[in-house]
């Protein structure tokens, strides 16, 4: 008796008549493998054929065949419908798939309501990261429900907020440090008057969705949701520096910093706030601690966020991203080895 391998899995037992017929039909491929029963060892079946003196040929369609069978194969070639279930989980993919296609093309129907059409985009852009990081990062405890809590409601504050605090002095005295040319100065600008604020807002309702939660929240969780809260607020800065700003430099640098604004400084905002939820979570869980990881928790994320801002798109700037991202990287791998760290201190 005899056993077939395709890729990892096995079948079988099969005698060798019931290994020829499947072979002639095309149910077992040239590239199978096949071994005995009383061996672990495999050889392809063009081996096994060859050594028994096997000399059989598997049904190939000839040129002449191929309108027939083209008509034969209508309905799968022309209507992949039918096979489509009901099931939203099981066509999810299809839905996605869709999104990716259609939402761009939405953003076309907008184009004469440039803050439309860039929030479309903006979302466009923040959805492809949050299904990436969803496959990377999120665990069973993660909840749609929340995702959704956490993204608009973020979206909706940062835009109250700043509707505000653009329009108040502390506003102005921002603007007077930020655009100093003294590093201390526009650092302290961009601490007091930029990341601070901003690594709140993404982590209030972060914070809020932890705090409330029935269940104990895993570090990893925690990540998730916070860069979630950050991808939500990049859409925000994204259209906001698209509709002012971006207007103002000439064409090869407004496509320029509209692309990176819409693909990638998204994802820096999603870091730090990652990086807040992480020491956020720790606070609720190592309770010893709890106002020492609250306190971090904000000053980390907001002096790299300072720090880039400071420095912008140089050496320096690239080195806070790609440390910003290594310690993140690091809690989201060893959280466990962190943890017990902490314990034996």
């Known amino acids: 008796m005899f056993y077939i391998k395709r890729n990892t899995q096995e079948f079988g037992p099969y005698d060798a008549k019931q290994i020829e017929s499947a072979y002639i039909s095309g149910n077992i491929l040239?590239?199978?493998?096949i071994r005995h029963d009383k061996t672990d060892n495999y050889i392809s079946i063009v081996e096994f054929l060859d050594i028994n003196s096997i000399h059989i040929q598997?049904?190939?369609?000839?040129?002449?065949?191929?309108?027939?069978?083209?008509?034969k194969l209508q309905s799968i070639i022309i209507n992949p419908f039918r096979y489509i279930s009901s099931s939203i989980k099981e066509n999810k993919i299809v839905y996605v798939l869709l999104a990716i296609v259609l939402i761009p093309i939405a953003a076309l129907f907008f184009s004469e309501i440039p803050i439309i059409s860039y929030s479309i985009y903006g979302f466009y852009f923040a959805s492809i990261w949050a299904l990436i990081i969803y496959k990377i990062i999120a665990t069973e405890q993660t909840e749609i429900r929340i995702i959704i809590v956490i993204a608009s409601s973020t979206i909706i504050a940062t835009i109250l907020f700043f509707a505000v605090y653009t329009k108040s002095p502390a506003w102005e005295i921002r603007e007077s440090f930020i655009n100093s040319d003294q590093f201390l100065v526009?650092?302290?600008?961009?601490?007091?008057?930029?990341?601070?604020?901003?690594?709140?807002?993404?982590?209030?309702?972060?914070y809020l969705s932890i705090a409330r939660s029935k269940i104990v929240l895993i570090p990893r969780t925690a990540i998730f949701y916070g860069m979630i809260a950050g991808l939500s607020f990049g859409i925000f800065e994204g259209v906001e520096y698209q509709m002012g700003p971006n207007k103002t430099f000439d064409?090869?640098?407004?496509?320029?910093?509209?692309?990176i604004r819409l693909t990638s400084l998204p994802f820096f905002h999603a870091i730090w706030a990652g990086l807040g939820a992480y020491f956020a979570s720790l606070s609720f869980i190592e309770l010893r601690y709890k106002y020492s990881f609250r306190i971090v928790g904000v000053l980390i994320p907001a002096i790299l966020h300072a720090l880039?801002?400071?420095?912008?798109?140089?050496?320096?700037?690239?080195?806070?991203i790609i440390f910003s991202t290594i310690s993140l990287t690091v809690y989201v791998?060893?959280?466990?080895?962190?943890?017990?760290?902490?314990n034996s201190l």
Not at 333 to 342: F, H, N, R, V, Y
Request: no cysteine; aromatic share 16%.
């Open 30 to 33: 040239k590239r199978d493998l």
């Open 58 to 71: 598997q049904e190939e369609e000839k040129f002449s065949d191929v309108l027939f069978n083209l008509l």
């Open 186 to 206: 526009k650092f302290a600008g961009m601490f007091f008057g930029v990341a601070i604020i901003e690594e709140l807002l993404k982590q209030t309702f972060v």
């Open 251 to 259: 064409i090869n640098n407004n496509y320029y910093l509209n692309i």
């Open 308 to 320: 880039y801002n400071t420095f912008g798109l140089n050496m320096y700037g690239i080195l806070v």
């Open 333 to 342: 791998t060893k959280s466990d080895l962190i943890g017990e760290q902490i």
